[in-house]
C-alpha cells in the first residue's frame, strides 16, 4: 500500500544549481555568502506543513518575521531535493523559503513511499 498525501498542493522550487555556484563538497550545500545560481521553476504535488509562519524573532534592527516547516512529496516524482534548494511558491502563492534538510518518510511495503523536505526562511541581516 501506497501512502498518501493529505491535502496535496502545488509547490514551486528551484533547484540550486552546483556547475554555477561555488559548493562545499563536504557538506553538499552551496558555500556561505555566495550568489547561489538557480535552474528553472519546477512543480511537485506536496503535503505542506508550517511549524512557524512569520513568527517574530528580535534582533538589534528590529522585529523579524521567519518561516519554517517542511512539504512532503512522493519519492520518485521528481528527483530528490537537496539543501540549498528554493521553493519559490505554496499553494500559489509567491514565497521564499530554502531546504535545510531531505529524510525519507512514511516507510511501508519494505520501503520509503514519501520523501520529507524541511524548509526555513534565511535570517536576513
Not at 561555488?22 to 553538499?28: G, Y
Not at 512557524?52 to 524573532?57: L, P, T
Not at 514519501?114 to 541581516?125: G, K, T
Request: charge should be negative; hydrophobic fraction near 40%; charged fraction near 30%.
Amino acid at each position: 500500500m501506497r501512502p498518501r498525501l493529505i491535502h496535496p498542493v502545488e509547490v514551486t522550487f528551484q533547484r540550486a544549481d552546483a556547475a554555477n555556484t561555488e559548493w562545499d563538497d563536504t557538506f553538499k550545500e552551496p558555500v556561505e555568502d555566495t550568489d547561489v545560481a538557480y535552474k528553472d521553476p519546477e512543480t511537485v504535488k506536496a503535503q505542506v506543513h508550517f511549524n512557524d509562519f512569520e513568527r517574530r524573532e528580535m534582533a538589534a534592527q528590529g522585529e523579524i518575521p521567519l518561516t519554517s516547516g517542511y512539504i512532503l512529496y512522493r519519492r520518485g516524482s521528481i528527483p530528490s531535493l537537496r539543501k540549498g534548494d528554493k521553493i519559490t511558491a505554496i499553494a500559489g502563492i509567491p514565497t521564499e523559503v530554502y531546504v535545510i534538510s531531505v529524510e525519507p518518510a512514511a516507510a511501508s511495503g519494505g520501503g520509503f513511499g514519501l520523501e520529507m523536505a524541511l524548509f526555513q526562511e534565511r535570517r536576513r541581516a
